[in-house]
C-alpha cells in the first residue's frame, strides 16, 4: 500500500505536491478535475508537466494512471468569478468571490472514491493556509474532517497528506529544488500555470502569466524571495 | 433560517423525510441526483410525488425549488451494480456491490453547495442504519463526522437531520401516518418507487416492484408489520 493519488491541476503547488509524492511512494497516480474553469490552460499543461517529471530521477518508474473527471455540474451550481466571466473580487463575507462552496470537499470525495477503486491508501492535495486566499475547504481542520468523514464513510484508512499546508510559497519553490534540483523548479517554472487571467504570453521569471493577478503576485513575491535566499 | 433542503429521490425513504421537513419548516427546497442508476423509474416518479404532497395540509405553499443535479460522472467512477447491468449481490468485503464508495458523501457535498448557495440551514437525509444494508456512507457516525467537515469547509451553520436514522421500515411506514395520515400514506405505497429491478407493473399492497429483490422485500415486510401493527 506504499502508494499514492495526487489531486493535480497543473498548477506549481500541486506539481510540487506531485514531485513530493514520487520522492516517498512506490506508485503515484494523479487525479484532475475539468469543472468549467474560466481557462482551460491549466489543464492543458497537465501533460507537459507530467512527461517532464517522468524525465526526473526514477520518477518515470513511479508515476501510473493520470484520471480526469468531468465535473461541469460544479460550474452549474456555482455562480462564481473562477467559472464565471467576472472580476475576481472580495465578497462581503471576507471569501473571494472564486470561492465554490466546499469545492474540495468534493473534490477529496470524488478522489477517495477513485482512490477506493485503485487499492491506493494516501491522498496528496496541496492546499495550504499560508496563502491568505482565506478558503475554508483548504484549512487543516477541514482536511482532518474530511479525512474522517472519507474514512468512516467508505470503511477505510486513507491518509490525507498536505506537505504544503503550513510552508509559504517562497518555502513551496525550495522544497521543489529539494525534491527535483534545478530540473523541478525549471519545469515548475516554465511548464506549470497559476494565472487567474489564462496568460502564457507574457514571461517573467517566474514563469508564465498576466503578472498582476493575485495568483501571479503571490507567485512572482514567492520566486523573488525564494531566490534571494 | 426555518427552512430545509431533503435529499429526495422518489423512494419511500426520501418521501417520508420530505413529509417530516415539510411538517417542521417554513420553506422546504428538494435535491435529486441522476447519476446513471440503472432504471430512471425512481426519478421519473419525483414530479408525480411532489403533486401529491402539494396536496396535503398546507405543504402546498411551503414547498420550493427542485434541484436536479447531474452526476454521470459517478456512474463513470463506480463500477456497482446500481449503476451497471449486474446482478445485485454481497461482495467479499460483506458490502453489497451496489455500494459507490462515499457516495452519500458526494450527494451531501453537492446538497451542501446548493443549500450555501439557496441559503438554506437544515438538509435532511434519509440514510438510516436499521435497514441492514451495511453501506457505512450511512452511518450516523459518518453524517455526524460530514456535518463538521461540511461546516469547517464552508464556513457555515448546516445542521444535518436524519429522521430514519434509528428506525426501521414499519416504523417508517408509522411515521408517514403520523405525518400525513392515510392521504400521505397512500402516496408513498402509489407513487413512491423502491424497487431495484424497476418494475412499475407488479402491484402489491405495499405499492408497485418485483416484490423479490431486497428493496422490495424490505418495504414489504415493513408495509405487513406496520399493517399488523
Redo the contacts between chains.
Sequence with gaps: MNNALVLFSGGQDSTTCLAWALSRFDHVETIGFDYGQRHRIELDVRPTVLAGLRKIADWGSKLGDDHM???A??G????TALTQNVAIAMQD?G?PNTF???????FM??S???A??RGIKNIITGVCETDFSGY??C?D??MK??Q???N?????RFVIHTPLMWIDKAQTWELAEELGQTALVDLIREDTHTCYNGDRTHSHDWGFGCGTCPACELRAQGYARFIAD
Excluded at 452549474?76 to 455562480?79: D, E, M, N, P, R
Excluded at 465554490?100 to 468534493?106: D, E, K, Y
Excluded at 468512516?152 to 477505510?156: A, I, K, P, R
Design positions: 473527471i468531468d465535473l455540474v460544479l452549474q451550481i456555482s455562480q463575507n471569501l465554490v462552496p466546499g469545492r474540495n470537499l468534493i470525495n470524488f477517495a472514491a477513485v477506493y477503486r475554508p475547504d484549512r481542520d477541514t474532517a474530511v474522517i468523514a472519507l468512516l464513510g467508505t470503511e477505510s
